[in-house]
């Protein structure tokens, strides 16, 4: 289990942006580790202090907040396509070691336009409260897509104002796949 690499999931997300499942403290401090870069190992050593261990990374398994992503031998292979020369003619077998990027399904402008409304409107509200006020109002008067990504900048660093770095690039990376990024 060391050499796994873990990411969180849809209900992971929601765990931390909006508290819904009511993780104990201690889980979701781990919750927050997770990054889908890091090996198990690794964000073990940096918790180890506060009393965690790997039964804790398997509860969150278990329960649905984090998926595998990667074990060893997906590892191996990252470490091999760092020192394939960039004209090497296998392509596709370095795509194939790469751990598969989460996709959105395709949409229509007006379904894109729709869901980064929601986003917007509902990680405002969870995540930064009252202070997003002049944000919420800049996402009522969006027309269109351009205008969700004229926001982002603001949206991110207002988030990581209100509740750190972890949770502001959790946030843009699911923003990034909305708006096609």
């Known amino acids: ?29 781990l919750l ?31 329960q649905e907040f984090i998926i595998e ?24 077998l370095i795509a194939a070691a790469k751990s598969p990027e989460p996709e959105i399904p ?3 402008d007006a379904e894109r336009f729709q869901a980064l409304y929601n986003f917007y409107n509902e990680t405002i509200k969870s995540a930064i409260g009252l202070r997003g006020y002049g944000l919420q109002l800049k996402v009522e008067r969006a027309g269109n ?8 900048q603001a949206y991110v660093e207002a988030v990581q104002k209100a509740k750190g770095p972890e949770m502001a690039r ?5 923003l990034d796949l909305l708006l096609g990024k």
């Open 1 to 29: 289990m060391n050499a796994s690499v873990y990411d969180k999931t849809e209900k992971g997300r929601e765990e931390i942006t909006t508290r819904k499942y009511q993780l104990a403290s201690r889980l979701r401090t």
């Open 69 to 92: 992503i990667a074990a060893q031998a997906d590892i191996d292979l990252d470490i091999t396509e760092s020192s394939t020369p960039a004209n090497s003619s296998e392509p596709g």
């Open 106 to 108: 395709a949409m229509t």
């Open 32 to 62: 927050v580790m997770i990054d889908g870069k890091q090996t198990a190992a690794e964000i073990m050593k940096k918790v180890a202090a506060l009393g965690l261990t790997e039964q804790n990374l398997q509860e969150l398994l278990e």
């Open 145 to 152: 897509i351009d205008d969700f990504r004229a926001l982002r």
């Open 170 to 174: 959790s946030l843009s990376d699911r």
